[in-house]
């Protein structure tokens, strides 16, 4: 049986695709998606680059 985690780790520090500075874990804190997280650009509101985590 092969194993499920050998993609990378969702939660591993990642670089924004836009400006290459690194992104950080984020929660939504108002709208219908409250308390979900996303990778967001820590140069914000600079850069708005913002990924799904997965
Ligand atoms: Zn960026």
């Given amino acids: 049986m092969r194993s499920l985690q050998t993609r990378a ?3 591993a520090q990642r ?4 400006c290459g500075s690194a992104l950080v874990l984020r929660t939504v804190k108002k ?10 650009c820590s140069t914000y509101p600079q850069c708005r680059v ?3 985590l997965g």
């Fill in 9 to 11: 780790d969702p939660l």
């Fill in 15 to 18: 670089r924004c695709p836009k």
């Fill in 31 to 40: 709208g219908s998606k409250t308390g979900d997280r996303f990778w967001g």
């Fill in 50 to 52: 913002m990924q799904p």
